[in-house]
């Protein structure tokens, strides 16, 4: 082999002092030694431990059916390629266990004493650094020499492992050649399993066209017209919806799991019968009844819930409430304050309440409160007479109040307006009558009032810093949004809507999306309008490895930190686009956030800090990095 063999000594210094000579020893071997070591691998010990049972191996081979049929005549044309070699060969399912070995006899019984053997479980974190368990960490082909092994057992042993992918990039199984150090070792062996295991990724394609055909045509030949279905494959992705279900027809082109339908429509599965291939009668896929359900839920709807809504609705109990209760106020003329969190769609709502009330052919004129200096605002809600100060309009301004009149004024942020400001404000919600500034004329409109603020106006009321007697003009209807940890379960609908809208045609697994379930996202909804954007940018054809996507969401949360990793930034277009830019696309992102934050808080920092969801160290650390600590 063309690979410098490792010594002993550079395993040993590494468990001893934590430090390796990277001259001597390759980047994932590294990579793989420190997480194992993070892992609690034992470096002395490495045999195979996690074993399954007769039964339990002969449910995973059924489970894997199609991988061992596919990849059963590879596996013997290497295993004549490598006769004399003292090699064996095994294929591996995606969760590390071994599901067939074949090879030298005499190999097989030096793998059982380390139990190298079928039913075992071989990844890093049972064994340590080994080709199969590296493999399907990294997804990437790899050998690992000698010493390469972190654990001892496998360490007179050279494995050679490629993985083994579908066309969406999810890992299927591992194909490995291993051999005792010092026997005939090949020197192209690693090409011939990386080969071996693409040409199995074709075979797979092949097959899953070949079988979805048959699901869709035995679908056909036995559904009655009167039935309307779904077809999934075996990963329950969905590849046929029935043209009667017209609720569904926007998901038709694209490929979606049933779950995420699910979450995207509201829709639920009234009944899952298995299709079964005629040619070996394994299950091909899965036929899927909709209709009663989710015929019934759209009944339901229209007779409770009038209410539309363009953002995204879900499936969560505790969002359907809001939009239940925002439904009764839309159409009753009274004053709505919204509550909530930065970034759960206060705006959005309150262009909703508006759109669905009486008011709907009115204008809706929106200011926030917190942007505007306290000797502008008076103008700029009342407007202002003729030359009445320095710099003002010759022909005078008239104003939000009169702007809004017949529809809806809606004033983010209120909690910002000053003591003065909010007499005013109270005198207008008494009798819906003003003076503009520099004006004796008496102005009356009709306006309807939508407040928000993402602060506790009760908690500001017993501080004194809000008047009682407006706070309970404004809060005699408060509708609060929910965070979206509380409704993590929408998640997935938003990101598939934020495919379809931009026509990003990556896939995500269902353990990413449950990842990203369980983030805590403090910037809420707008934080991951702008987490999807960052991925989509950098990555516009397939999603990085999870580490990268959670570094792109810490950016964009304050949560954690570290540079976007440079294999990303280099591969993307939007980057090639930017040139010689001193500051990377995230670190832009990330400035023009923070300046936001601080022109909307009028310069005002505590207020910034509190709208840029950061911990208040991460927020000034980001200031003096992008030189705005001075700002005022």
């Not at 005939?184 to 990386?194: I, K, Q, R």
């Not at 429509?265 to 299950?283: D, H, N, Q």
């Not at 917190?370 to 202002?384: K, N, R, T």
Request: include cysteine.
């Amino acid at each position: 082999m063309s690979q410098q063999p490792i010594t002993k000594q550079v395993w040993k210094r590494f468990l001893e002092e934590g430090t390796v000579d990277e001259t001597r020893l390759r980047k994932r071997i590294i990579e793989s030694w420190t997480f194992c070591r993070s892992a609690g691998v034992d470096p002395y010990d490495g045999k195979g431990s996690t074993l399954l049972t007769f039964e339990e191996l002969k449910e995973k081979k059924e489970h894997n059916q199609m991988l061992l049929e596919i990849a059963l005549p590879y596996l013997q044309k290497l295993k004549k390629l490598f006769k004399g070699s003292g090699s064996i060969l095994l294929l591996i399912d995606p969760d590390g266990y071994v599901l067939n070995v074949t090879g030298e006899p005499e190999t097989r019984r030096s793998a059982n004493d380390i139990n190298f053997v079928e039913g075992i479980r071989w990844t890093e974190e049972q064994v340590g650094t080994n080709a199969i368990g590296t493999a399907i960490r990294t997804c990437e082909p790899i050998t690992v020499f000698g010493h390469e092994h972190f654990a001892r057992a496998s360490q007179n042993w050279v494995c050679s492992a490629a993985p083994i992918k579908d066309d969406h990039g999810r890992l299927l199984g591992v194909l490995d050649i291993s051999s005792r150090v010092g026997t005939c070792e090949h020197v192209h062996t690693l090409g011939a399993v990386a080969a071996s295991a693409y040409a199995m990724e074709h075979e797979w394609q092949k097959r899953q066209k070949e079988d979805e055909f048959e699901l869709i045509s035995a679908a056909i030949t036995g559904q009655k017209a009167t039935d309307p279905i779904i077809l999934m494959n075996r990963d329950e992705e969905i590849v046929f919806i029935d043209n009667a279900l017209e609720s569904l027809k926007e998901y038709r082109d694209t490929w979606i799991s049933l779950k995420e339908l699910e979450d995207a429509t509201g829709c639920r599965t009234e009944m899952k019968l298995p299709v079964f291939s005629a040619k070996g009668g394994r299950i091909i896929g899965y036929q899927v009844s909709v209709q009663d359900t989710y015929a019934n839920q759209s009944v339901v709807m229209q007779k409770r819930a009038p209410f539309h809504f363009e953002g995204i609705t879900g499936t969560s109990s505790v969002f359907r409430n809001v939009l239940d209760q925002a439904s009764c106020l839309a159409k009753a003329d009274v004053p709505v304050h919204l509550s909530g969190e930065t970034g759960t769609g206060k705006g959005m709502m309150a262009k909703a309440l508006h759109r669905n009330s009486p008011r709907a052919n009115g204008p809706f004129i929106d200011i926030n409160c917190g942007a505007v200096p306290d000797s502008l605002i008076a103008s700029e809600l009342f407007g202002y007479a003729p030359g009445a100060f320095t710099g003002a309009l010759k022909s005078g301004y008239k104003g939000k109040f009169l702007e809004a009149d017949g529809g809806t004024l809606f004033l983010d942020e209120v909690a910002e307006l000053s003591p003065a400001m909010q007499v005013s404000l109270l005198k207008v919600l008494d009798d819906q009558s003003f003076m503009p500034v520099g004006s004796n004329v008496l102005h009356t409109c009709n306006v309807r009032i939508i407040t928000a603020t993402n602060r506790d106006l009760m908690t500001l009321v017993h501080e004194g810093t809000f008047r009682e007697d407006l706070f309970y003009r404004l809060y005699a209807f408060p509708l609060r949004l929910p965070s979206l940890r509380e409704r993590s379960e929408d998640i997935p609908a938003f990101v598939r809507q934020y495919q379809i809208q931009h026509e990003w045609p990556v896939v995500w697994t269902r353990q990413l999306l449950e990842e990203w379930q369980r983030f805590t996202w403090p910037g809420n909804i707008r934080q991951l309008m702008l987490s999807l954007d960052r991925l989509r940018i950098y990555c516009p054809d397939r999603l990085p490895d999870p580490d990268t996507i959670r570094t792109i969401i810490g950016s964009a949360s304050g949560e954690r930190t570290g540079d976007m990793p440079k294999d990303v930034l280099q591969t993307s277009e939007s980057r090639q686009s930017l040139g010689e830019a001193p500051l990377s696309y995230a670190e832009q992102l990330e400035k023009q956030t923070l300046m936001d934050a601080l022109q909307a808080a009028g310069g005002a920092r505590g207020r910034a800090l509190e709208r840029s969801g950061w911990s208040r160290s991460t927020f000034y650390r980001k200031l003096r990095k992008y030189g705005l600590h001075e700002t005022k």
